[in-house]
């Protein structure tokens, strides 16, 4: 059993792994080869692919050498046992609009951590944590007296967790958690308050947030409370950040690594011409008279594959959009030319998203706040500069996709190397 002083400050995060992918396995062994003792996952990554990979890999003998952080919160697509799309039905669910629901009836977390679980091949969690449980401010009528009755109540049910053995700790990630009060935003002590509440404070261990050169807030103290940072390792809790290397702007999102200056070898605006082309000509021997850049979700994609700064963004375009629309178009398969042609379009959506990061990354280094955050630092890609820096800021542990065997490669020293906290 590891101890939370024990983990890896540079942590596995497995949001869109799955068991699906040998390559994804393949970085999850290497991980733990190197020493990265901390994984993080949730019901809802790959429709529960990723817990199911991660249980399929640190099964038996292995359990007992990482830390395994899942949450509860969301309703994974398609992937719902019985008793919990049974919860689901019966309880307060907010429709998030794009296939998402999320509820924190207490029913339902019982059900959501019982699935989680079973797909990890493990009776007891190291933690589990309460997923964005903003979510449900935006429901018609809520207040947040209302909401924070829910807090309680859904706390109180992990808390249970904890209580029962399945868990050795529970906490809370959210994306809208701040310092000081702000609409639309909850805070560490509306939290704090709640598990004092309903008796849940001592097993109350990790609050996850995003946190990145960009999206500094966590770290600054604006209102002069103290920044969330600081505030939780006050409070005792350990603070963990996601989202390092993917920052959100005004202009987009950012991928903070390394520039591409390669050039794109196929030309992107070709490649969706061909792979339409072929759809339709398909198509057309089929007896369907079609032409796919007609279609209004098509010409989405489109535009969304032309503008991707990062090619996890083309890789959700094409997961999203193009797949399920050339599902639905051939029931038996895409055709070899159809195969073919989607193919190409990915490499040349994926090289032109490398360099709309590049472009995009390059005029964020000269921004003065970032580069005051790196100064400092030792040399070392951009990529675990930006863990670095986080580390070196207060957070305890950082999270970073490793999907891939080089992404293992560029944190392997991070898994064991800690920081001083200031």
């Excluded at 799309?85 to 609009?97: F, I, K, P, S, W």
């Excluded at 946190?211 to 600054?220: H, P, Q, R």
């Excluded at 505030?231 to 350990?238: K, M, V």
Aim: proline share 4%.
């Amino acid at each position: 059993m590891i101890a939370v002083e024990d983990l890896s400050p540079v942590g596995f995060g497995a949001y869109r792994t799955s068991i699906l992918s040998e390559s994804h396995r393949t970085a999850l062994c290497k991980a733990l080869d190197h020493g990265c003792n901390l994984i993080d996952t949730a019901p809802n990554y790959a429709n529960g692919g990723s817990e199911r990979l991660i249980g399929s890999v640190v099964g038996g003998a292995l359990r007992r050498t990482v830390f395994l952080i899942t949450k509860a919160g969301y309703a994974a697509q398609g992937g719902l046992s019985t008793g919990a799309a049974r919860a689901l039905a019966e309880a307060r669910a907010v429709d998030l609009g794009n296939g998402d629901t999320h509820c924190l009836d207490p029913a339902f977390l019982e059900e959501s951590i019982s699935g989680s679980l079973s797909r990890l091949a493990t009776d007891r969690a190291d933690a589990v944590l309460l997923h964005n449980p903003e979510h449900q401010l935006a429901m018609d009528g809520a207040n947040h007296a209302a909401f924070l009755d829910l807090l309680k109540d859904a706390i109180a049910a992990i808390n249970a967790t904890v209580q029962r053995g399945r868990a050795r700790y529970w906490g809370i990630s959210s994306n809208r958690l701040r310092a000081a009060p702000a609409a639309g935003f909850i805070t560490l002590s509306n939290v704090l308050a709640c598990a004092d509440a309903v008796g849940a404070r001592e097993g109350f261990a990790f609050v996850q947030m995003p946190a990145n050169l960009v999206e500094w807030d966590t770290l600054s103290d604006a209102a002069g409370t103290g920044s969330l940072v600081r505030q939780a390792a006050a409070e005792g809790l350990t603070t963990i950040a996601n989202r390092a290397l993917s920052a959100r702007t005004a202009a987009g999102g950012v991928r903070l690594t390394e520039a591409c200056h390669a050039e794109a070898s196929i030309s992107l605006e070709a490649a969706i011409e061909s792979l339409c082309r072929a759809v339709d000509e398909q198509a057309a021997l089929r007896g369907q008279a079609l032409r796919i850049l007609d279609l209004p979700r098509v010409q989405m994609a489109r535009d969304a594959l032309l503008a991707a700064s990062n090619p996890d963004a083309v890789d959700q375009v094409v997961e999203m959009v193009w797949r399920p629309i050339l599902d639905l178009l051939f029931d038996d398969g895409p055709p070899p030319a159809v195969r073919q042609a989607t193919i190409d379009l990915v490499a040349a959506a994926r090289d032109r998203a490398r360099l709309n990061g590049s472009a995009q990354t390059r005029r964020l280094l000269n921004d003065p706040q970032v580069r005051a955050r790196l100064q400092g630092l030792a040399p070392a890609p951009l990529q675990t500069l930006a863990c670095d820096s986080l580390l070196r800021a207060g957070f305890d542990h950082v999270l970073v996709g490793m999907r891939q065997e080089t992404y293992v490669e560029d944190f392997s020293e991070r898994f064991v190397r800690h920081f001083p906290h200031p």
